[in-house]
């Protein structure tokens, strides 16, 4: 019998290839990264190699569902790996004059609805706590506004006017 018509027990179902995650960067630029981003991201890597991928490996040699998580988590060591190579960490400024990488800026609509946002690096974008990419509309609108300057962009719901009410660096 051909071996194309067998199956080895151990062998378990094919594990796919997964693609490499693409860069959210336009390509040539920096990848600005706040200090405690690339602390979080080493603290990540560290218990991905250190803990979890060699218990996944051991797991590998028999359930062929950790192969695929173990893949997985392969491709997500690679991406904190590429992420932290080409990371420049952007130290907050010593003056608060305006907003730039890094700031807590509060805002105010038209409506008197208050917001705040972080401007942040792609890797710790964090929508749920208001932590915004350096690259978005919105935080490229504030970078450079100072106290009480009012300034526009265009978000989905169309052109928003927002007025500077706060700013903070951690």
């Given at each position: 019998?051909?071996?194309?018509?067998?199956?080895?027990?151990?062998e378990?179902?094919?594990?796919?290839?997964?693609?490499?995650a693409?860069?959210?960067?336009?390509?040539?630029?920096?990848?600005?990264?706040?200090?405690?981003?690339?602390?979080?991201?080493?603290e990540?890597?560290?218990?991905?190699?250190?803990?979890?991928?060699?218990?996944?490996?051991?797991?590998?040699?028999?359930e062929?569902?950790?192969?695929?998580?173990?893949?997985?988590?392969?491709?997500?060591?690679?991406?904190?790996?590429?992420?932290?190579?080409?990371?420049?960490?952007?130290?907050?400024?010593?003056k608060?004059e305006?907003?730039?990488?890094?700031?807590?800026?509060?805002v105010?609509?038209?409506?008197?609805?208050?917001?705040?946002?972080?401007?942040?690096?792609?890797?710790?974008?964090?929508?749920?706590?208001?932590?915004?990419?350096?690259?978005?509309?919105?935080?490229?609108?504030?970078i450079?506004?100072?106290?009480?300057?009012?300034?526009?962009?265009?978000?989905?719901?169309?052109?928003?006017?927002l007025?500077?009410?706060?700013i903070?660096?951690?």
């Amino acid at each position: 019998m051909s071996k194309a018509f067998t199956r080895e027990e151990n062998e378990g179902p094919e594990v796919p290839e997964l693609a490499p995650a693409a860069s959210v960067l336009p390509a040539g630029s920096p990848n600005y990264i706040t200090r405690a981003g690339a602390d979080r991201l080493r603290e990540e890597l560290t218990r991905l190699v250190e803990t979890e991928r060699p218990h996944l490996v051991d797991l590998a040699k028999s359930e062929p569902e950790a192969k695929r998580r173990l893949s997985i988590l392969d491709q997500r060591i690679f991406q904190i790996e590429q992420s932290l190579g080409n990371a420049q960490v952007v130290s907050p400024p010593s003056k608060i004059e305006r907003v730039t990488f890094g700031a807590t800026v509060t805002v105010r609509e038209k409506s008197g609805e208050e917001s705040t946002y972080r401007i942040v690096g792609v890797d710790e974008t964090d929508f749920d706590r208001g932590w915004v990419s350096w690259l978005s509309p919105i935080a490229r609108a504030l970078i450079n506004a100072k106290m009480g300057q009012r300034v526009r962009f265009n978000s989905p719901a169309g052109e928003q006017e927002l007025e500077v009410v706060a700013i903070a660096y951690e």
